[in-house]
């Protein structure tokens, strides 16, 4: 195949991710502007948030029909295009009503999209001939932290909401003129669901309380990382942002080296380690001498940052499941884990103090790590 067919829509993939990335820092960053500017309680700051994820699962869950009549690569244009367009709208609401409306209609497009993006990856992976979905994770983390730091500055510019919405989504529209257009046509493989093998359903639902776990604890690192070190460590509020830099650094640099490891290393005991390394990240940071505790937080972001690359390369990897359909289902799960995570380490901070419950979710990584041990186990 010639090469420039196959970089064009690997290029469309990464800008893509990017600009999913962009406009997940631009939301991190404008909620507390947000809460400000429209005098919403937590409860209203809550509902805001349910309404986008509760209207992102929909779109992952509905998304499966698209891609097997239309093809990943057209669904990711036009739910890519929709983002961008709703986008600087949630950020022009003036009222808690038009804001949960467009924060579901961001929901929508940009859940629809991580599932299309996913997929299309994985055709260009196969294109490719080797490993790019981790890498193309790892443009995502980039662009959080890029987004980041830009969204810091116009801020501290006196920029409104809207015009700071309005200044990441019109590159975003550039890429998407220029790029979405090139994609791969979908390998028709895997959709007759009927056909799969009885142990199919066993290997979803491992592979989904995989990837919830997984973002069940990367949820829960970066919204308690800062409050433990402050509130049970001392930490000023300045040295405890360190503790989720270090975590998002070591998220960037594990997704870019992911793609290399892949290639010397089989999926599921490289799989495995990452639980592994995870665990041994909570260690460290939780209990750790001072000196450690970032190192910690790095190793933590290490062994996360392969999970959710290798979940999906997994999937794409067992013949006997229709990879769109169980991509879209590890993401609505794996997506209720990121929200649920936090919460219930609130939940039990409250009970039992913010020590313990993190504690508790620590043992997340030794269940991933037994239920992969069980699944080698059973496909030997």
Same mark, same amino acid.
């Given at each position: /195949? ?9 290029? $469309? ?6 600009? !999913? ?20 309680? @937590? ?11 509760? =209207?992102? #699962? ?24 929709? /983002? ?5 709208? /949630? ?14 209609? #961001?929901?929508?497009?940009?859940? $629809? ?9 994985? @055709? ?71 056909? *799969? ?5 066993? !290997? ?7 990837? /919830?776990?997984?973002?069940?604890? @990367? &949820? ?22 360190? &503790?989720?830099?270090?975590? *998002? ?38 209990? &750790?001498?001072? *000196? ?20 999906? =390369? ?36 409250? %009970? ?15 269940? %991933?790590?037994?239920? !992969? ?8």
């Amino acid at each position: /195949m010639n090469t420039t067919l196959i970089n064009k829509p690997l290029a $469309s993939c990464a800008a893509g991710f990017f600009s !999913l990335g962009l406009f997940v820092s631009l939301i991190a960053i404008e909620i507390p502007r947000i809460k400000a500017e429209l005098d919403l309680s @937590e409860l209203g700051v809550a509902g805001a948030t349910f309404s986008l994820a509760a =209207a992102a #699962v929909i779109g992952m869950w509905l998304l499966p029909k698209l891609v097997h009549r239309f093809g990943s690569g057209r669904v990711q244009r036009w739910t890519w295009l929709g /983002m961008c367009l709703c986008m600087p709208w /949630m950020f022009a609401a003036n009222n808690w009503w038009s804001l949960y409306l467009c924060a579901a209609l #961001v929901g929508l497009f940009s859940g $629809s999209l991580d599932v299309a993006m996913n997929a299309q990856s994985l @055709e260009v992976e196969r294109a490719q001939k080797r490993p790019v979905l981790s890498a193309l994770h790892g443009v995502f983390s980039l662009a959080g932290l890029i987004g980041g730091v830009i969204g810091y500055q116009l801020i501290a510019g006196e920029w409104g909401r809207f015009a700071h919405a309005v200044f990441f989504a019109a590159p975003c529209l550039g890429l998407w003129a220029w790029l979405s257009g090139h994609y791969i046509a979908d390998n028709q493989r895997n959709t007759d669901t009927d056909a *799969a093998p009885a142990g199919s359903r066993k !290997l979803v639902i491992l592979l989904c309380a995989v990837m /919830m776990a997984s973002l069940a604890n @990367e &949820g829960s690192v970066e919204n308690w990382a800062g409050i433990y070190l402050n509130a049970e460590r001392g930490w000023s509020f300045a040295d405890a942002s360190l &503790g989720y830099i270090s975590f *998002a650094l070591a998220m960037v640099i594990g997704r870019f080296g992911g793609d290399s490891l892949r290639q010397y290393f089989a999926l599921k005991p490289l799989l495995i380690a990452s639980c592994s390394l995870t665990f041994a990240g909570y260690i460290f940071a939780l209990y &750790g001498p001072p *000196a450690w505790l970032l190192g910690g937080y790095f190793a933590l972001g290490l062994g996360l940052s392969l999970q959710v690359p290798l979940v999906f =390369a997994l999937i794409d990897a067992s013949p006997q499941l229709d990879t769109v359909t169980v991509i879209a289902q590890a993401s609505a799960v794996g997506y209720s884990g990121l929200l649920l995570g936090p919460v219930v380490v609130g939940a039990l901070a409250a %009970q039992w103090g913010l020590l313990l419950a993190l504690s508790l979710i620590a043992c997340l990584p030794i269940v %991933q790590w037994l239920l !992969l041990r069980h699944l080698l186990r059973a496909q030997r």
